[in-house]
């Protein structure tokens, strides 16, 4: 994305879920969890173009209990 263009949320959920209507096959619930956490973690850091996503900060505010459930979500 070039720097003119800015990011706003509904861009970011709109190209989210055409992905997701796309890939049926490929989406769980705890994708879209962790990609919006994402979203909400970069926004407030203030958009920095490289941030820290700490896996027990992330599984924390998730509720998600397990490790190996969690990594294998974000390595998908």
Do not use: V
């Not at 997701?20 to 096959?25: A, D, M, N, T």
């Not at 490929?26 to 820290?52: D, M, Q, T, V």
């Not at 900060?57 to 969690?70: E, F």
């Amino acid at each position: 994305m070039s720097n003119s263009k800015q990011l706003n949320s509904y861009e970011l959920s709109r190209t989210w879920f055409d992905f997701c209507f796309e890939h049926p096959e490929l989406i769980k619930p705890i994708h879209s969890a962790i990609y919006f956490f994402a979203i909400e973690h970069c926004n407030r850091l203030g958009w920095k173009r490289k941030f820290g996503f700490p896996s027990s900060m992330t599984m924390d505010a998730l509720g998600i209990k397990s490790y190996n459930t969690y990594i294998k979500a974000l390595n998908d």
